[in-house]
């Protein structure tokens, strides 16, 4: 067994043991627990020991203790060191200068023990009803679920943190869900996906086209949209490396700007959050040679913001902001529409549009807009009006 084998193994034992709703609820519980204690350099180890013991998910309590991360780390000493004063001695410590010079550090040592019980039995109560509920929620659609650990898994290879961004992003993001539900893709030929990052919609159709393979797709439930083949397009070097370890043989990865590669012939092409980092008229131009590219009968889906939306699209411009932050490109631009703009420059393109709201569960103004070649131009206006 090579060695990226056993780290996809090693990251699968981890991520599968001590799985049941009570079971994850009290690692979390536990993991924000420790988490809490003012024993710092031992969190790794105290983790690793309760849940080994009692038999749960060790790799959720490590991550739940981290909320004794450098930016609350601060705030929580803090918290903990009032509450300790104030359960000892009925008083919280002064804030001044002069009452740091005449507070011994052994008593704010035992200050700061003292009250880490109770804000980590506070926030530990918190963290295992905030995990019961999602847990329960999540296992009303447990195949979904399912098929997302599956496609999941497949990042382990690359690194943790590929893995836990793209379980938590094909969890949390309704955008993925939506695309496999019955009706809003069409089987057969391409599926090309613009922008496609690590390639988490590729890899969710790849799990569901094997589950479908070999018969393990739930009985009764509506079939997957299956492909010929998949294909992917994305600008950032690496991001398209692990896209390409993650699907193998089962998807072509290009690494290009679709600004500029020709968009090869296809049944389907996604754009998630692509065409708001392209100026306005690049967004008309990548649409109109879709159009061309588009097999009869074809479908394009697209995911973007309302510029319109108010707060909710703030929310949106501010995510945008830390992601380019994080990702260094600071300076990236930004060019979103309202709904009403996004149908008008669908309609130019020669595309009849239907939407559906893409926010739930989230802070964000996003709207799934599904486009189909309209008959002719004034059609393709007319239907494409927004709704009041």
């Given at each position: 067994?090579?060695?990226?084998?056993?780290?996809?193994?090693?990251?699968?034992?981890?991520?599968?043991?001590?799985?049941?709703?009570?079971?994850?609820?009290?690692?979390?519980?536990?993991?924000?627990?420790?988490?809490?204690?003012?024993?710092?350099?031992?969190?790794?180890?105290?983790?690793?020991?309760?849940?080994?013991?009692?038999?749960?998910?060790?790799?959720?309590?490590?991550?739940?203790?981290?909320?004794?991360?450098?930016?609350?780390?601060?705030?929580?000493?803090?918290?903990?060191?009032?509450?300790g004063a104030w359960l000892r001695r009925g008083s919280f410590h002064p804030v001044t200068l002069q009452g740091m010079r005449t507070t011994?550090?052994?008593?704010?040592?035992?200050?700061?023990?003292?009250?880490?019980?109770?804000?980590?039995?506070?926030?530990?109560?918190?963290?295992?009803?905030?995990?019961?509920?999602?847990?329960?929620?999540?296992?009303?659609?447990?195949?979904?679920?399912?098929?997302?650990?599956?496609?999941?898994?497949?990042?382990?290879?690359?690194?943790?943190?590929?893995?836990?961004?793209?379980?938590?992003?094909?969890?949390?993001?309704?955008?993925?869900?939506?695309?496999?539900?019955e009706g809003v893709l069409t089987s057969g030929g391409t599926l090309l996906d613009v922008g496609c990052g690590q390639g988490l919609t590729?890899?969710?159709?790849?799990?569901?086209?094997?589950?479908?393979?070999?018969?393990?797709?739930?009985?009764?439930?509506?079939?997957?949209?299956?492909?010929?083949?998949?294909?992917?397009?994305?600008?950032?070097?690496?991001?398209?490396?692990?896209?390409?370890?993650?699907?193998?043989?089962?998807?072509?990865?290009?690494?290009?700007?679709?600004?500029?590669?020709?968009?090869?012939?296809?049944?389907?092409?996604?754009?998630?959050?692509?065409?708001?980092?392209?100026?306005?008229?690049?967004?008309?131009?990548?649409?109109?040679?879709?159009?061309?590219?588009?097999?009869?009968?074809?479908?394009?889906?697209?995911?973007?913001?309302?510029?319109?939306?108010?707060?909710?699209?703030?929310?949106?411009?501010?995510?945008?902001?830390?992601?380019?932050?994080?990702?260094?490109?600071?300076?990236?631009?930004?060019?979103?529409?309202?709904?009403?703009?996004?149908?008008?420059?669908?309609?130019?393109?020669?595309?009849?549009?239907?939407?559906?709201?893409?926010?739930?569960?989230?802070?964000?103004?996003?709207?799934?807009?599904?486009?189909?070649?309209?008959?002719?131009?004034?059609?393709?206006?007319?239907?494409?009006?927004p709704p009041a």
């Amino acid at each position: 067994m090579g060695v990226s084998a056993r780290v996809r193994r090693a990251f699968h034992d981890l991520r599968t043991e001590g799985t049941g709703t009570c079971r994850e609820t009290s690692a979390v519980a536990l993991g924000v627990f420790i988490g809490c204690l003012p024993v710092y350099g031992f969190h790794l180890l105290m983790c690793w020991s309760v849940g080994f013991v009692l038999g749960l998910n060790r790799l959720k309590m490590y991550l739940a203790a981290n909320i004794s991360n450098p930016l609350v780390a601060p705030w929580l000493l803090f918290a903990e060191m009032q509450t300790g004063a104030w359960l000892r001695r009925g008083s919280f410590h002064p804030v001044t200068l002069q009452g740091m010079r005449t507070t011994s550090t052994g008593q704010v040592g035992i200050d700061v023990l003292v009250g880490s019980l109770l804000v980590g039995s506070t926030l530990a109560s918190l963290a295992a009803i905030a995990t019961y509920a999602a847990v329960r929620r999540s296992g009303v659609d447990r195949d979904f679920a399912e098929l997302v650990s599956r496609a999941a898994d497949r990042y382990t290879g690359a690194s943790m943190t590929a893995w836990a961004f793209a379980r938590g992003k094909l969890r949390g993001d309704p955008i993925y869900r939506a695309a496999l539900s019955e009706g809003v893709l069409t089987s057969g030929g391409t599926l090309l996906d613009v922008g496609c990052g690590q390639g988490l919609t590729l890899a969710l159709l790849a799990e569901a086209r094997r589950a479908v393979d070999g018969g393990a797709w739930p009985a009764g439930s509506p079939s997957p949209p299956q492909f010929e083949r998949l294909a992917g397009i994305e600008t950032r070097g690496r991001i398209a490396a692990i896209a390409r370890a993650a699907l193998e043989d089962e998807a072509e990865i290009i690494e290009g700007d679709a600004r500029t590669v020709s968009i090869e012939r296809a049944r389907a092409v996604l754009m998630f959050d692509v065409l708001q980092l392209m100026r306005p008229e690049e967004q008309d131009a990548l649409l109109a040679e879709t159009a061309t590219r588009l097999e009869p009968g074809g479908v394009v889906l697209i995911r973007e913001a309302d510029a319109s939306a108010g707060w909710a699209f703030a929310a949106v411009r501010l995510g945008n902001r830390l992601k380019a932050l994080a990702c260094g490109t600071r300076h990236q631009a930004f060019h979103a529409r309202t709904r009403a703009e996004w149908h008008e420059c669908f309609a130019r393109c020669g595309f009849r549009t239907e939407e559906t709201p893409m926010g739930r569960g989230t802070p964000f103004a996003n709207v799934l807009f599904r486009l189909t070649a309209a008959p002719d131009a004034s059609a393709g206006a007319s239907r494409s009006a927004p709704p009041a």
